[in-house]
Each structure stands twice: as structure tokens, then as C-alpha cells.
């Protein structure tokens, strides 16, 4: 015999189904009223519908941005707003939006993992190539540039290196890329599975590494004419490619889609939306420039001062420094990646339902400004 409730298979000597005179009696872990519906599936407390909205989802507390005060519709996902493209406003939606990142990284701190190990692992591998050159002896020779007799071993080997820094970077941005999609649908941002959906879509990531590795080759190219013309050209060709890319990996990893598909889809959804998101990436850049900038000259300065008086705080100072300007630069390209997933998001739902689409709510609360 089974509860046609919950479908618990009773026992010969049970006349009741325990499991739902346990769940209507037993009381909420956060707000303590009776009657449980489910479990959160981060903070794993069983709690009440009041405080668990989505049965499957995330409670009030883990994920405060998802419900409105009446506790209706989940406002991650908001209503269109206005919003100016002024440069002064574009600054100010830029700190909102850095802000509502902040709020995202600590209310969970899987968000920034991606992109710290992305920054420690290009670090060992750089750092092991110094290491090796000084061992070697080599150091002099790889910095020496002689345009008469090229190395061009060195040139593959360290072309080489770079394409797998590439890697390193679009793989561990699109972990990100998932973890901030999962958030904003009231899902569990769990590393596991944003894992599992990096390495499914690595040919197209790898793809896309080459691809931005010819157009660093050619950049570099252009540079070495050394005119203003080809300098501002190279500039260009580099800051537009950037941004591109920043559309493609959420493409390849929320569409899952090839290489070239996604190519299309970046470029059309760009020249859609050309006046946001250019207005948006200088107000991103420039407030993580000055994020990261603050940061730096604040240890510098310090750290110069203890040198000059030989303290023996330098090494921790170095250390810490090293960690807190590592952690600044994670930050930053978490919020760059941020901004560019919930921009995909509007752009790809204004395609089903135009003007009416909803907008990601650390995107919308930067736009409300």
C-alpha cells in the first residue's frame, strides 16, 4: 500500500503515512512555522514555502535576489527599463552593476573560483618559463629580439604557450559563464557542473583560442610597421576582438553550439545591441581599470617603503600584495564576464519577445540608474 500523496510505501504495521505528518508538522529551519516543502539546494535546510518559493530552487536566504518582497515573480529575470547612453550615466550603471557582482561573488563564492584559477594557472605557466630561460641560461637571448637572424623554434614553442593560455582563459570563462547563468535562474552555481559544461564544449573553446591567437599574430604584425596608422588599426582590431569573444563564450556555452555558429550569433546579436554594449565595455574597462589600479598602487606604495627602510615586513607585504591584486584581477574579469552573460541573456530573449524581454537583475539594476 503507497500515500497517494507522496507515494510512500507503507509498512504492515503503519496506518499513516509518516513521511507527510513529518513534513506538516516539522518546522521551518529559517523562519520556524510548520509545514515543510522541500530542502534548498545550496544551504540544504528544509524550510516552508514561504521561505522556499521554488521547491527545486534556492531558498530567501541564499538567494535574496530572486524574490520580490510579496514573494511573487522571481525578479533575477525584471522588466524592460530606460536608461540613458550617456558617458556619466554609463559610469554610474558600470559601479551599480560591479556592485551587484560583489553582492552575486559573496552570497556565493564558487563565481570567482573560475577565474582566480584561470589567473594562477597562466601565472605557473609563465612563471616556469622564467624559471626555466634563468636555469637554462637562456633568459638574455628570449628577451633580445634580433630581427636579422629570427629564432623560429623558440617562435613554435612559445606560440605554442600562448595558444594554451588562451585555453586556460575561455575555458575557466566559460565555468563562469554557467555558474552566473545558473544564479540568475534560480539554480545551485555549482563547479562541477559548470565543469562538465566547459569541457562538452572545448573544441569550440579551443577553436576560439586559435582564432584569437591569429588575431594577436596579425596585430602584432601591424604593430611592427610601426605607423600611427597600423597602431590605431591594431588597437582597434584587438579591442573589438576582445569584446567579441566576451559574446562568444556564452554562446558556445549556454547554446552549445560550434565555433562558427557562434561567430554569427556574436556578430549579429553586436550590431544589434552595437550602442549598450560599446557604451557599456569603456564603463566596465574604465571602472576596472580604476579598481585594479587603486589596488596595485596601494600595495606599491607601501611595499616601496619598506624596501627603502629595509623592514622585515617586505616579504609578507609582497605575499599579500601578490594575493590581494591576484584576487582584484579575478574580481574584474568576473564582473566582465558577468556583464557580458546577462547581456547575452536580454539580447537572446529580446530576439523571442522584443522590447518586452526581461532583463538579468544585476543588468537591470545598473540600467534603472
Not at 638574455?140 to 604557450?161: C, Q, S
Request: charged letters at 15%; hydrophobic letters at 45%; aromatic letters at 12%.
Amino acid at each position: 500500500m503507497t500515500c497517494e500523496k507522496c507515494g510512500y510505501v507503507f509498512q504492515p504495521f503503519e496506518t499513516a503515512c509518516p513521511r507527510c505528518k513529518y513534513l506538516s508538522e516539522h518546522k521551518c529551519e529559517l523562519c520556524g512555522r510548520p509545514g515543510i516543502v522541500g530542502v534548498c539546494c545550496q544551504c540544504h535546510k528544509e524550510l516552508c514555502a514561504a521561505c522556499l518559493p521554488q521547491k527545486d530552487g534556492l531558498c530567501r536566504s541564499c538567494a535574496p535576489e530572486q524574490f520580490s518582497p510579496a514573494g511573487q515573480s522571481p525578479p533575477q529575470m525584471l522588466r524592460p527599463v530606460t536608461y540613458s547612453t550617456g558617458f556619466f550615466d554609463s559610469i554610474a550603471r558600470a559601479c551599480t552593476f560591479i556592485g551587484q557582482s560583489l553582492g552575486m561573488a559573496f552570497r556565493d563564492k564558487d563565481m570567482l573560483l573560475p577565474s582566480l584559477f584561470a589567473l594562477l594557472i597562466n601565472g605557473v605557466i609563465a612563471g616556469g618559463l622564467y624559471l626555466w630561460l634563468q636555469h637554462t641560461g637562456q633568459w638574455e637571448d628570449f628577451i633580445r629580439r634580433d630581427e636579422l637572424n629570427p629564432n623560429y623554434g623558440r617562435t613554435v614553442w612559445l606560440t605554442a604557450l600562448t595558444l594554451l593560455c588562451y585555453i586556460v582563459i575561455y575555458f575557466f570563462m566559460g565555468m563562469t559563464v554557467n555558474l552566473v547563468n545558473s544564479r540568475l535562474h534560480g539554480r545551485d552555481a555549482k563547479l562541477g557542473v559548470a565543469f562538465r559544461d566547459a569541457v562538452k564544449n572545448a573544441p569550440a573553446l579551443i577553436y576560439l583560442s586559435l582564432a584569437t591567437l591569429l588575431v594577436m599574430i596579425f596585430t602584432g604584425l601591424l604593430r611592427r610597421q610601426r605607423t600611427l596608422t597600423t597602431s590605431v588599426a591594431a588597437g582597434v582590431i584587438e579591442r573589438t576582438w576582445m569584446v567579441a569573444t566576451y559574446l562568444i563564450v556564452p554562446i558556445i556555452i549556454l547554446e552549445d553550439v560550434p565555433f562558427t555558429r557562434s561567430l554569427d550569433r556574436a556578430k549579429a546579436l553586436h550590431w544589434r545591441h552595437f550602442v549598450p554594449i560599446a557604451v557599456g565595455e569603456v564603463a566596465i574597462s574604465l571602472v576596472n581599470g580604476i579598481i585594479n589600479s587603486l589596488v596595485f598602487f596601494g600595495m606599491l606604495l607601501p611595499g616601496m617603503y619598506f624596501y627603502y627602510t629595509q623592514s622585515p615586513w617586505l616579504t609578507l607585504w609582497i605575499v599579500a600584495g601578490g594575493a590581494l591584486f591576484s584576487l582584484a584581477l579575478a574580481f574584474t574579469e568576473f564582473v566582465r564576464t558577468a556583464y557580458y552573460t546577462c547581456l547575452y541573456l536580454w539580447a537572446a530573449e529580446r530576439e523571442k519577445v522584443g522590447e518586452q524581454a526581461r532583463v538579468p537583475a544585476p543588468l537591470a539594476a545598473s540600467l534603472a540608474r
